[in-house]
């Protein structure tokens, strides 16, 4: 794919601003060309993107796939979760919308699994896009039947708990080594890895976000 068309994607990401702002007609223009986007960053490689994005966005590699098969396009919907705590992970999928990808960071254990074949059917029926995870998942081989792309660190049977008061949060900026993930931020991922193209706040451009060069 030609490095222009990614240049394409990465400068027309994020004039999407908060589509519950303005009226109607610019909402669902906003909307059309968001859908736009999602189908444009569809058929660019993650690796791809990351190269014209300046190198910048790649999750850590440890978060894979867990099939090859699995390609990974659209919003993040940024989790916090606990340790050995998925309760707000299940929260997570009825506060996000229809095509976003829950990325959730755990506080300090991987090794559990946090996400599995129920829950991979409640977020389908949610009409959500995928899950990114530094944790571990389970049932694995029925996850892989069900096509619901999940990128996570690992597999892992180890149960969880479900403590109402965990300390957790929705839609607030999580942080994977050096990549922070803010709600509205495109991702995408395929065989190689998952990227992330960072959504703009007001008054940032991506120009200055990518350091691409403006026109003479």
Sequence with gaps: MKRTSCRQVLKTTYTLVALQKGKTARIMENKERASALIGRARNLS???LHEASG??????????????AFRLCGWAFPVSSPPADNLWLHRAIYEAAAGDVLVVHISGLSEAGYWGEIMTQAAIERKLAGLVIDGGVRDSQRLIELAFPIFSRGICIRGTSKDPSGQGALRTPV??????????????GDAAEAV???RLSQGERTLDIYNLPPMH
């Design 196 to 198: 992330i193209l960072k």
């Design 46 to 48: 993650a690796a791809s």
């Design 175 to 188: 942080r994977f080594d050096d990549v922070e993930v803010r709600h509205g931020d495109l991702v995408v």
């Design 55 to 68: 190198k910048r966005g790649a999750l850590p590699a440890a978060i894979k796939p867990l099939s090859p």
